[in-house]
Protein backbone atom coordinates (compact mmCIF):
# COMPACT_ATOMS: atom_id res chain seq x y z
CA UNK A 1 0.00 0.00 0.00
CA UNK A 2 1.25 3.92 -0.93
CA UNK A 3 1.14 6.06 1.32
CA UNK A 4 -1.00 9.29 0.97
CA UNK A 5 1.28 12.48 -0.37
CA UNK A 6 0.12 15.14 2.38
CA UNK A 7 1.46 17.80 0.72
CA UNK A 8 -1.50 18.12 -1.61
CA UNK A 9 -3.84 18.86 1.01
CA UNK A 10 -3.07 22.36 1.21
CA UNK A 11 -3.16 23.05 -2.42
CA UNK A 12 -6.70 20.99 -2.51
CA UNK A 13 -8.26 23.24 0.35
CA UNK A 14 -6.79 26.41 -1.42
CA UNK A 15 -8.07 25.56 -4.54
CA UNK A 16 -11.91 24.73 -2.83
CA UNK A 17 -11.59 28.37 -1.24
CA UNK A 18 -11.20 29.59 -5.05
CA UNK A 19 -14.23 27.86 -6.22
CA UNK A 20 -16.35 29.51 -3.12
CA UNK A 21 -15.01 32.28 -3.98
CA UNK A 22 -15.85 32.35 -7.80
CA UNK A 23 -19.13 31.32 -7.22
CA UNK A 24 -19.94 34.13 -4.41
CA UNK A 25 -18.37 36.50 -6.82
CA UNK A 26 -20.75 35.69 -9.60
CA UNK A 27 -23.90 35.51 -6.69
CA UNK A 28 -22.20 39.14 -5.52
CA UNK A 29 -22.60 40.71 -9.30
CA UNK A 30 -25.72 39.16 -10.69
CA UNK A 31 -27.73 40.14 -6.90
CA UNK A 32 -25.59 43.86 -7.16
CA UNK A 33 -26.74 44.00 -10.69
CA UNK A 34 -30.60 43.32 -10.13
CA UNK A 35 -30.99 45.24 -6.56
CA UNK A 36 -29.73 48.10 -8.27
CA UNK A 37 -31.74 48.11 -11.75
CA UNK A 38 -34.93 47.17 -9.56
CA UNK A 39 -34.01 49.00 -6.06
CA UNK A 40 -34.29 45.84 -4.53
CA UNK A 41 -32.88 46.33 -0.52
CA UNK A 42 -33.19 42.82 -0.16
CA UNK A 43 -30.72 42.27 -3.66
CA UNK A 44 -28.78 44.63 -2.65
CA UNK A 45 -28.14 43.45 1.03
CA UNK A 46 -27.60 39.93 -0.16
CA UNK A 47 -25.12 41.03 -3.10
CA UNK A 48 -23.15 42.57 -0.01
CA UNK A 49 -23.31 39.76 2.01
CA UNK A 50 -22.10 37.57 -0.93
CA UNK A 51 -19.28 40.45 -1.39
CA UNK A 52 -18.00 39.44 2.11
CA UNK A 53 -17.92 35.58 1.56
CA UNK A 54 -15.73 36.82 -1.74
CA UNK A 55 -13.61 38.81 0.56
CA UNK A 56 -13.46 36.08 3.39
CA UNK A 57 -12.78 33.23 0.75
CA UNK A 58 -9.82 35.64 -1.11
CA UNK A 59 -8.30 36.01 2.52
CA UNK A 60 -8.36 32.04 3.46
CA UNK A 61 -6.79 31.27 -0.09
CA UNK A 62 -3.78 33.88 0.18
CA UNK A 63 -3.06 32.63 4.30
CA UNK A 64 -3.88 29.09 4.81
CA UNK A 65 -3.54 29.29 8.65
CA UNK A 66 -6.49 31.03 9.01
CA UNK A 67 -8.80 28.85 7.16
CA UNK A 68 -10.25 27.50 10.34
CA UNK A 69 -10.98 30.93 12.33
CA UNK A 70 -12.55 32.24 8.48
CA UNK A 71 -14.74 29.37 8.31
CA UNK A 72 -17.78 30.43 10.74
CA UNK A 73 -17.90 33.82 9.44
CA UNK A 74 -17.96 32.56 5.11
CA UNK A 75 -20.54 30.39 6.57
CA UNK A 76 -22.76 32.83 8.59
CA UNK A 77 -22.23 35.21 5.45
CA UNK A 78 -23.28 32.53 3.21
CA UNK A 79 -26.05 31.80 5.25
CA UNK A 80 -27.76 35.52 5.53
CA UNK A 81 -26.71 35.56 1.60
CA UNK A 82 -28.97 32.26 1.03
CA UNK A 83 -31.66 33.58 3.72
CA UNK A 84 -32.21 36.87 1.52
CA UNK A 85 -31.98 35.12 -1.83
CA UNK A 86 -35.21 32.81 -0.35
CA UNK A 87 -36.58 35.92 0.84
CA UNK A 88 -37.13 38.19 -2.25
CA UNK A 89 -37.67 34.80 -3.82
CA UNK A 90 -40.89 33.52 -1.63
CA UNK A 91 -41.55 37.55 -2.00
CA UNK A 92 -41.73 38.46 -5.42
CA UNK A 93 -43.61 35.17 -6.01
CA UNK A 94 -46.69 36.16 -4.39
Do not use: H, Y
Request: contains cysteine.
Amino acid sequence: MTARDRGLQPERTTLAWQRTGLSAAVVAVLELRSGIGAGSLFDVVAGCCALVVVVLTWVAGRRPGVNRRLLPLTAWATVATAFLVTVRLLWTAK
